[in-house]
């Protein structure tokens, strides 16, 4: 009897685990408790990162605008009137003209003037002849005022 006795014993023991609450569930539990803070940290760790790598491309992006800035200044520096001229003096062996390197080139008298048009009246497009003529004008006075300001 006493045999009897340990076996019912034993599946009463095992009944009583298979019941519980403890044993079922806690390592669960522990499971998903443990996954949660694993991806809690992750995640923290990964903005981290990510928070880094984004100060890192705004520093880059700073430099690279300061860069830009001063390759823009040296482009200004490079093109002033100054440097173009004695650069053209130095290297390519130009200079001012003189008075005897002035030629003057006769120009026939124009005996009909255009017609002005009346105040008020809407102007009329030059056209590529009158385009081009304000455009040489201004050329021409351009170039005036410079070699005048030397």
């Known amino acids: 009897m006493n045999e009897y006795a340990n076996a019912y014993a034993r599946v009463e023991r095992r009944a009583r ?13 522990v499971a ?13 760790a990964r903005g981290v990162e990510l928070v880094e790598k984004i100060a890192a491309l705004g520093a ?9 800035e001063d390759a823009r200044r040296r ?6 009137r100054e440097r173009i001229a004695r650069e053209a003096r130095e290297r390519l062996g130009m200079s001012y003209p003189d008075e005897s390197d002035v030629v003057f080139l006769p ?5 009909d ?12 497009p030059p ?23 030397r």
């Open 107 to 111: 120009v026939a008298a124009n005996p």
């Open 32 to 44: 998903f408790a443990a996954a949660a803070i694993f991806g809690r940290v992750w995640t923290q």
């Open 17 to 29: 685990r298979r019941g519980s609450f403890v044993l079922n569930y806690v390592p669960w539990l």
């Open 60 to 68: 880059e992006e700073r430099e690279l605008a300061l860069a830009g």
């Open 127 to 149: 056209g590529l002849a009158g385009f081009l003529e304000e455009r040489l004008r201004g050329l021409v006075s351009e170039e005036a005022y410079a070699l005048g300001t």
């Open 75 to 80: 482009l200004v520096a490079l093109t002033t």
């Open 113 to 124: 003037p255009p017609e002005r048009p009346q105040p008020g009246a809407p102007a009329a």
